[in-house]
């Protein structure tokens, strides 16, 4: 029997979190990291993450075009209630928080939720896109 993990611990040195929107920032527009970034503001429009995670903090919104090309760790708010425009791609492993509110668009490699996460649009498995490419 396997124990199911019940809490999230972010380290942002072991997990390479070079980049940060503080509480209280708003940033709008595309932006690229080399490491991961952690959101504890407002961040619209395209994000690409490389080399690091994402992680968004309670309280932090994020809406766009994001595509993370490591892990995500979701705490705060992706998307709005009226918004169906935000996608986001995450091609390792995405932890959905029981802090969490997520619409729009989610594609992920693995998935992790944790109960009380509260996802409304459409979550999407890459594997099966990927293993139909592949055939």
Do not use: W
């Amino acid at each position: 029997m396997t124990k199911r993990q019940t809490s999230v611990v972010i380290d942002p040195v072991a997990m390479n979190i070079a980049n940060k929107v503080a509480a209280g920032s708003k940033v709008t527009g595309d932006y690229a990291t080399g490491g991961g970034i952690l959101i504890e503001g407002q961040f619209r429009g395209n994000l690409h993450v490389t080399d690091g995670p994402l992680v968004l903090l309670e309280g932090g919104h994020l809406s766009g075009c994001i595509e993370v090309q490591g892990d995500a760790y979701i705490f705060g708010t992706i998307g709005a209630d009226s918004d169906d425009q935000t996608t986001v791609t995450v091609r390792g492993e995405l932890h959905l928080t029981s802090k969490c509110h997520v619409h729009g668009r989610i594609l992920f490699a693995k998935l992790a939720t944790y109960q009380g996460a509260n996802v409304h649009g459409s979550i999407e498995s890459l594997v099966q896109d990927e293993q139909l490419a592949g055939s």
